[in-house]
């Protein structure tokens, strides 16, 4: 839908930061689901612990982005970065778009920190992937770039899907999800104006 790039082989050059990103997420879950490689060890020092959190392991609240449980997981997250990571990596820059991505994901998890059970765990890049829908949100509705006009009405099935999967699955982290997703709409001005700047 976003991704249009002229040939496959210039990706890499045109979207150098979302290329890191789905290849940071994919060798997590190799290493993750390798049989040759300690079960468990990058969940159990990466994932999003709000115990360990508490005591002080502040990293997990940004390792948790780039881990992912299962296949299914990682499959989805990887396609929605696909699917609305190079238009905005594009408009931004690499550099934004990186610390868009980053920061809205751990927004999102210092939120599910604050208000989620001490015993709380979440891993998976969802969050931040809301951060990007939250973005296109604020685009669509003030007619700002990056959305084209014949896209905007997909931005909005995919957010109204987005927040009805986040109420009906019972392991979705909905604190995460609805923080990312305000807190993407929240900073896309910021960002845009920023990259005007640049």
């Known amino acids: ?23 940071l997420c994919l060798a997590v879950y190799i290493l993750h689901s390798s049989p040759v490689f300690p079960k468990g060890l990058l969940y159990y020092n990466g994932a999003g612990v709000n115990l360990y959190i508490a005591n002080g392991e502040w990293w997990r609240l940004i390792t948790p982005i780039f881990l992912h449980i299962s296949f299914s997981h990682f499959l989805f997250n990887c396609l929605a970065i696909l699917l609305f990571g190079p238009l905005l990596e594009r408009h931004l820059g690499s550099s934004l778009f990186a610390g868009f991505f980053l920061l809205t994901g751990l927004i999102a998890n210092i939120a599910t920190y604050l208000f989620m059970p ?5 891993v998976g890049a969802s969050n ?14 003030f007619h700002k770039q990056p959305v084209p006009k014949q896209f905007e009405t997909t931005i909005y099935t995919l957010a109204i899907f987005a927040v009805i999967m986040s109420l009906i699955e019972p392991n979705i982290n909905l604190i995460g999800h609805f923080t990312g997703l305000v807190a993407g709409f929240i900073l896309a001005p910021l960002f845009q104006k920023r990259s005007q700047q640049l």
Do not use: E, W
């Open 1 to 23: 839908m976003y991704l249009k790039p002229d040939n496959y082989r210039q990706y890499p050059g045109l979207y150098p930061m979302t290329l890191i990103i789905l290849s």
């Open 118 to 122: 001490l015993s709380y765990v979440h």
């Open 128 to 141: 931040s992937i809301m951060g990007l829908l939250g973005f296109y949100l604020y685009a669509s509705i």
